[in-house]
């Protein structure tokens, strides 16, 4: 397969044009020009029959076959006909196998005039018959043209024509050159720039102004330009807080090993000190483990996850034995247990588990965990009766590795923000007059399918 450059494929979109109309031209101007002349033809014949005003006594002398093959362009012979045996033809009738033709064809005519055409000499003669009476006897006028002017005014017409395509096709290769600088200026532009992307340079704004197509094209590039910006941040940031959460942890690990190491104990024991040491992997583990579920949600945002009927109780009931043995001066009460909604059940789970582990940070005394549905969408809140959040940190608590007052790892509610995401919701946290409470809403799919159901 031949490939084509863009300027290439411009050229040839003109030239394709170019011939196409040159093509129609050549194959249709000539049909409808011909037959617009031989129109014409009849007209002139029957104007100059009507011109010469019965009987046209001035043409008794006979015409010969050598004066009848003149074929002077424009030029109209006339002669009369009888509707009677035995009566000479008047005026400058054709040679006799000619004359016998037309003749027989005013003969047969019904009509008051009638068009002919008749192939004699490797030329065609167009003529007219009509009827007349001539000293009260039957009579047909005949009155004929050889086709050459016709022809001589095709081939003016045709020539012409030439002329005009020739020059129209010079004139328009001036808008296939401007075209191809109008095109080529812009996308050279775009593509320097995403060379510079290819090579992860990404902070050299492009803005056309201009044309709109190539302004939008612009803007939709510089959305691009600012989300790669925006993801190589959080890349960066990621790592960042990802090394500074596990150097922690691996610095109390490698001081405590080198310490019992060198026969020093930290603590006042060696189980004491093997106590810190284990504390301190698993809370890595903790942490690796967050990360490494964050990251995998990061990667199912092209999927969408499974979806199957979850009743509310289901996932809250276990949450709440789960949860009530690290706090028991905490109440963790369940509200609309019965609702059900469509989702991830495992990716819900982590949900609802990742909210009320930060509410048990900063209860006083209860938690509520609640579902509600409506026609178009589930909510679920998780609220709590301890301190209000800050205003400034309420836009931010669900930012990757965002700590608040007493936040963990940062990265529980980011994995809530993915998770409702991932299933078409969002989370929301708001004080209230009793505390802090964390919303999610989803939309409701269960009701959409039933009016699917319904509908069918």
């Not at 050549?26 to 010469?52: A, D, F, H």
């Not at 192939?119 to 005949?142: M, N």
Request: glycine residues 6%.
């Amino acid at each position: 397969m031949i490939k084509v450059n863009l300027t290439q494929r411009i050229w040839l979109a003109f030239i394709s044009i170019i011939v196409i109309v040159v093509l129609s031209v050549t194959i249709i101007y000539p049909i409808s020009i011909k037959g617009t002349l031989t129109e014409e033809t009849y007209r002139i014949i029957q104007y100059e029959q009507l011109r010469t005003a019965y009987p046209l006594l001035d043409l008794i002398n006979p015409r010969n076959e050598q004066e009848f093959t003149n074929r002077e362009a424009g030029r109209v012979g006339h002669f009369l006909i009888y509707d009677t045996l035995g009566r000479a033809t008047e005026g400058a009738p054709p040679p006799k196998e000619v004359l016998q033709e037309m003749a027989q064809n005013a003969y047969r005519q019904e009509a008051d005039r009638g068009r002919y055409e008749i192939q004699y000499g490797g030329a065609t003669v167009f003529y007219v018959i009509t009827k007349a009476e001539i000293d009260d006897r039957p009579a047909f006028h005949i009155s004929y043209m050889w086709d050459t002017y016709r022809d001589q005014m095709v081939n003016r017409l045709w020539e012409r024509l030439l002329y005009i395509l020739l020059l129209t096709s010079c004139l328009s290769l001036i808008p296939a050159i401007w075209l191809k600088h109008y095109l080529r200026q812009p996308l050279i532009i775009l593509g320097n720039h995403l060379e510079q992307i290819a090579n992860r340079d990404w902070k050299e704004p492009l803005k056309w102004q201009g044309d709109e197509d190539f302004q939008r094209l612009s803007d939709q590039f510089e959305k691009m330009r600012e989300n790669l910006n925006l993801y190589d941040r959080a890349q960066k940031t990621f790592i960042q807080h990802a090394s500074h959460e596990l150097k922690t942890p691996i610095m109390v690990i490698k001081s405590y090993a080198h310490s019992v190491k060198d026969g020093i104990l930290p603590k006042n024991n060696m189980e004491q000190t093997m106590d810190v040491i284990i504390e301190e992997a698993n809370r890595m583990e903790r942490r690796v483990i967050d990360m490494l579920y964050y990251t995998k949600l990061d990667s199912l945002k092209e999927e969408s996850p499974k979806h199957e009927e979850i009743v509310f109780g289901q996932i809250a009931f276990q949450i709440e034995e789960r949860f009530r043995v690290q706090r028991e001066d905490v109440k963790i009460l369940v509200e609309g247990a019965d609702t059900r909604l469509l989702g991830d059940l495992e990716q819900l789970e982590v949900l609802l588990e990742n909210l009320v582990e930060n509410a048990l940070r900063y209860a006083n005394d209860t938690i509520w965990m609640r579902a509600v549905a409506t026609e178009k969408q589930v909510v679920i809140t998780v609220e709590n009766n301890g301190d209000s959040i800050p205003t400034h940190d309420l836009s931010q608590l669900f930012n990757p590795f965002y700590k608040g007052n007493k936040g963990k790892f940062g990265l529980g509610l980011a994995i809530v923000k993915r998770i409702a995401e991932l299933h078409g919701g969002s989370p929301k946290a708001e004080n209230t007059e009793i505390g802090v409470k964390f919303s999610v809403v989803f939309p409701n799919e269960l009701q959409k399918e039933g009016k699917k159901g319904k509908k069918v």
